[in-house]
């Protein structure tokens, strides 16, 4: 891959930062991405080493040596189609994951390991500024309804995923606006909102539905105990406490229910499963979190067949690259169920 003597060829080289003095003006990101010939070398030192360890090192199994090896070639929308294919939300990881994919490259044994990061980060970048990354519409439409529970990674993954087989997919969001800790948890600094408001705006042209105001208070069930349904009420944010933070409050009389052939939650940060679920026979871990297995014949399924969970929800705080392979995965057990 890349150019076969580049590791020895070339340094690793690290991404630029805004200087001290301009970035203490405003809470702005201070990372810059690669230049394309920064890029292009640093895409030379991804050797050909027969076992990829980085594959594995990453969570969503990022094809990285061939996007590395586009990168070098300048090939970049062809970088850029291989990376989405893994991962939904390229702009994210690359900013905020801690890279456990470089800590298993092989130049890792004893030399610097090839900037994967910081080559995401370029591409992804690149996309955006020159209009590559756009929606995916299908014209086909399968009447089946999915709600999802929380809009976090692991959800806006598995909408995204959901609505592009033509699946009717409608993420619930407490909060006045999508992203969950990816916009309430990550300072402006480390991630801009822009990434996550133009993922949104591409969702919605592929179909997936945000309700906004909206954690669910009830999941209704039929005489066979089969999810038909959400209860959900609208909330709007209350007084501030005394520690300044405003949290949602339930608007009297603003409860409807939304029909469901599936559910999907996918919301925590700390597993902290309501009561709801027990109501639909959602068996939990003694320490909270819902079991959902990946290891089964519908990933990530509960033990309720309609119902399934990914993202904190099963696992517990975790990396934001974990989440969205979490929703992706859950959105292909949803996918095999409805099928059956």
Request: hydrophobic share 40%.
């Amino acid at each position: 891959m890349g150019k076969v003597t580049g590791f020895l060829d070339f340094p690793r080289l690290a991404e630029g930062y805004v200087a001290p003095a301009e970035r203490v003006k405003n809470y702005k990101e201070f990372v810059m991405h690669l230049s394309d010939e920064e890029a292009k070398t640093q895409g030379a030192r991804c050797m050909d080493c027969g076992i990829p360890f980085c594959n594995n090192g990453c969570p969503v199994n990022n094809i990285i040596p061939d996007w590395n090896d586009l990168v070098y070639k300048q090939d970049w929308e062809g970088a850029l189609e291989v990376l989405h294919s893994t991962n939904n939300f390229p702009e994210f990881t690359s900013r905020i994951c801690p890279a456990p994919c470089e800590s298993a490259c092989t130049l890792n044994i004893n030399s610097d390991p090839v900037g994967i990061k910081s080559i995401e980060h370029a591409i992804i970048d690149k996309a955006w500024e020159n209009n590559w990354v756009l929606p995916q519409v299908t014209k086909i439409k399968t009447g089946k309804k999915i709600a999802i529970v929380g809009s976090g990674p692991a959800g806006m993954a598995a909408a995204q995923q959901l609505a592009r087989v033509g699946h009717h997919a409608v993420v619930l969001e407490k909060n006045d606006r999508i992203g969950g800790l990816l916009r309430y948890g990550i300072p402006d600094f480390k991630m801009e909102k822009i990434h996550i408001d133009r993922r949104v705006k591409q969702k919605e042209e592929e179909g997936v539905v945000f309700k906004f105001n909206m954690q669910p208070v009830e999941l209704l069930a039929d005489d066979q105990g089969n999810i038909c349904g959400v209860k959900v009420v609208s909330t709007e944010l209350g007084e501030a406490d005394e520690n300044g933070r405003r949290r949602p409050q339930i608007i009297p009389g603003s409860e409807e229910v939304l029909p469901a052939d599936a559910v999907l939650v996918a919301f925590g940060f700390k597993p902290s499963p309501p009561e709801w679920l027990t109501g639909v026979k959602v068996n939990t871990a003694d320490w909270g979190a819902v079991l959902a297995a990946e290891d089964q014949d519908f990933p990530f399924q509960t033990s309720n067949p309609k119902i399934f969970a990914g993202g904190d929800m099963v696992r517990g705080s975790d990396l934001v690259v974990t989440a969205i392979w979490e929703g992706r995965q859950a959105a292909e057990g949803i996918l095999d169920f409805l099928e059956v």
